[in-house]
């Protein structure tokens, strides 16, 4: 895998560019979405998308503003649904936190997914909720004139049982419905069951399609590993196993007849190791990891420019051996609260 090039799309004195999530080509026109705020799931954080018709100059505009919500706004994600543009983003009141047990993972707060759309790419209607409270979307998928969508729980309920991961399903976008659980969490972690890796808290999940028909679905979880799932049609009873790789926050797309993951990486997995340093300010040794997925399971093949506060990208493919990625990290700037973040896009190509 080559990386051809990589260019800074969005970054300070603009503003500073957190959690991309989509990237998206809709009506002759380019859009990556990411949260635009002071600080990584800032208060102040609302909806932004870099629009450009040649990949070469980008403007920028606020698709849901603070004022739209009067709450904080992350993880928008795009999908085209006919003649609209969709935006789906994750609306939070970090003022309220619930009284869960000490040893919870992080806070608690309670959130509202909410969608937006745009028959021009600049005019955004009034956002809406489109589903229950405290399940998050992450990246929606197009298939066979239906529309999906895994939602997690995690950050929004207790640890263990009370986290799920749940796969919906919509025939217009805008209404959405359950359709199976993907995940459950355990009270307990018990990585050595074969049958069902366990974690108490699973969260972002990926989705895609495999050329058998069945879906596949990439979680998240707190440890070493990722989970793999995956269902036959329609997408009902799930199988699991354990990824070898820790992919935080994956996309996954589809690359001519491969299968490609992006997803925040570290120094070492299944044998292969990074120590290229992209600026002065790697002080943890995450990257932004490129997969792909091989003998039921993904490996990493490259790292992209990257460190420090660093992740979620999105994926276009551009052909049957080339895709863009955009994503987000903080490795040109100094830690501290005046820390800034860019949105980068990348090129690669598949050998």
Same mark, same amino acid.
């Given at each position: 895998m080559k990386i051809d090039w990589v260019k800074t799309i969005y970054g300070p004195p603009d503003g500073r560019g957190w959690h991309v999530h989509s990237l998206v080509k809709w009506k002759e026109r380019y859009y990556i979405a990411f949260a635009g705020g002071s600080g990584h799931d800032s208060d102040d954080?609302?909806?932004? *998308?870099?629009? $450009?018709?040649?990949?070469?100059?980008?403007?920028?505009?606020?698709?849901?503003?603070?004022?739209?919500?009067?709450?904080f706004t992350s993880e928008p994600q795009l999908m085209p649904v006919g003649d609209r543009l969709y935006l789906y983003a994750v609306t939070a009141d970090h003022s309220y936190e619930y009284d869960f047990p000490p040893h919870s993972r992080h806070p608690k707060f309670p959130s509202w997914e909410v969608m937006s759309w745009s028959e021009d790419g600049e005019r955004w209607s009034t956002?809406?909720?489109?589903?229950?409270?405290?399940?998050?979307?992450?990246?929606?998928?197009?298939?066979?004139?239906?529309?999906?969508?895994?939602?997690? $729980?995690?950050?929004?309920?207790?640890?263990?049982?009370?986290?799920?991961?749940?796969?919906?399903t919509s025939e217009d976008g805008e209404r959405w419905t359950w359709l199976s659980e993907i995940v459950h969490g355990f009270e307990m972690p018990a990585d050595d069951d074969p049958a069902y890796p366990?974690?108490?808290?699973? $969260?972002?999940?990926?989705?895609?399609?495999?050329?058998?028909?069945?879906? *596949?679905?990439?979680?998240?979880?707190?440890?070493?590993?990722?989970?793999?799932?995956?269902?036959s049609p329609p997408f009902e009873h799930w199988e699991h196993r354990k990824s070898q790789t820790r992919i935080k926050g994956a996309a996954v797309a589809r690359?001519?007849?491969?299968?490609?993951?992006?997803?925040?990486?570290?120094?070492?997995?299944?044998?292969?190791?990074?120590?290229?340093?992209?600026?002065?300010?790697?002080?943890?040794? *995450?990257?932004?990891?490129?997969?792909?997925?091989?003998?039921?399971?993904?490996?990493?093949?490259?790292?992209?420019? $990257?460190?420090?506060?660093?992740?979620?990208?999105?994926?276009?493919? *551009?052909?049957?051996?080339?895709?863009?990625?955009?994503y987000y990290s903080t490795h040109e700037y100094a830690p501290g609260p005046e820390r800034g973040s860019n949105v980068y896009l990348a090129s690669i190509k598949l050998g």
């Open positions: 954080s609302e909806a932004r *998308l870099c629009v $450009s018709d040649d990949l070469e100059q980008w403007d920028t505009l606020v698709a849901i503003r603070q004022s739209d919500t009067g709450m956002p809406k909720r489109c589903y229950t409270m405290n399940y998050d979307f992450w990246h929606p998928l197009a298939h066979d004139s239906r529309y999906y969508v895994a939602a997690d $729980s995690s950050g929004h309920s207790p640890e263990g049982i009370y986290c799920s991961v749940d796969l919906l366990r974690c108490p808290y699973p $969260s972002e999940c990926a989705l895609i399609v495999l050329d058998d028909g069945r879906m *596949l679905a990439l979680t998240r979880t707190p440890g070493a590993f990722a989970i793999l799932s995956t269902a690359v001519g007849h491969r299968i490609v993951a992006t997803g925040r990486s570290f120094m070492q997995e299944r044998g292969t190791r990074f120590t290229e340093s992209f600026g002065r300010h790697d002080e943890n040794g *995450l990257r932004v990891g490129v997969f792909l997925y091989e003998d039921d399971d993904f490996a990493l093949q490259t790292v992209l420019p $990257s460190g420090g506060d660093t992740g979620y990208a999105g994926i276009l493919t *551009l052909g049957e051996d080339r895709a863009l990625v955009a």
